[in-house]
């Protein structure tokens, strides 16, 4: 809903996307493209994915025709092997996870965008590595956003709590924050262990794009910091986390 919302959430993008130098294109690992293997998107017009189910109709009517850009899905591939990258030119496109964020953060849909899928079967350490071997894209003008959610658990979901998240969902939020905006990000894949892990991170695919985000700026050098954070209906986390050229954190 955050697509067709003005918040706090959407302001905080909307204003980030303002003030960052226009890269050439951009990498997006979303929660939405969990998949058995690696796969990019390698088509010069992508389509805009509705993945999902009763929502407004105008949410459905949202188009992000954003081009695409082979030569970075191929350049992708290049900096993961000898992981087996596939160059998907026909069956996915851009997702929700994807342009709910960029709708705010490049309204104009008129910069390059390119996804990568996080492989389902990979360990915790292999998903760190990738996100290691995608770190020389920022020195080529390449932006790198990881959407997701350090807190998404739709089946505890309380409608009464509108911008609000439960007490161990701001736990886990805030120690998912300090160890993001530490000298050694990848250390947020810790938290899995954490005692509010089950509930925070019921499955895998809404958290590991921190994990991505954490892993490019690591092997950059760069220090990640809060853009913004935040609860919504319980248990859910908007947070966002960035560097000069990295975005990564909630979405929808």
């Not at 493209?33 to 690696?38: L, M, P």
């Not at 109709?57 to 990258?85: I, K, W």
């Not at 899928?117 to 292999?126: G, N, P, Q, R």
Request: with cysteine; aromatic share 8%; net charge negative.
């Amino acid at each position: 809903m955050n697509t067709i919302e003005t918040n706090r959430y959407t302001n905080a993008w909307r204003e980030f996307g303002a003030q960052m130098s226009r890269p050439s294109a951009i990498v997006v690992v979303s929660a939405h493209w969990y998949v058995k293997g690696v796969a990019v998107t390698a088509m010069e017009r992508p389509r805009t994915i509705h993945d999902f189910a009763g929502f407004p109709a105008e949410l459905f009517a949202f188009q992000y025709p954003a081009p695409g850009s082979p030569a970075v899905a191929r350049r992708v591939a290049e900096l993961l092997a000898p992981t087996p990258v596939s160059l998907d030119v026909h069956d996915w496109g851009l997702d929700h996870g994807t342009w709910s964020v960029l709708a705010h953060v490049v309204p104009d849909a008129d910069v390059p965008v390119v996804q990568l899928s996080i492989d389902a079967t990979k360990s915790i350490e292999a998903h760190v590595e990738i996100g290691r071997c995608l770190a020389p894209l920022l020195n080529e003008n390449v932006m790198l956003l990881g959407s997701g959610n350090i807190v998404h658990n739709l089946g505890m979901i309380d409608w009464s709590k509108p911008g609000r998240a439960f007490e161990w969902a701001e736990v886990f939020d805030h120690e998912t924050q300090r160890a993001l905006c530490s000298d050694t990000p990848t250390q947020v894949a810790d938290m899995l262990r954490h005692v509010h892990a089950p509930k925070a991170v019921p499955t895998l695919e809404h958290f590991l794009p921190v994990v991505y985000v954490a892993a490019v700026a690591e092997a950059a050098g760069l220090r990640l910091s809060m853009l913004v954070d935040g609860g919504d209906f319980g248990s859910l986390t908007m947070t966002s986390a960035v560097t000069t050229a990295t975005l990564g954190g909630g979405r929808n």
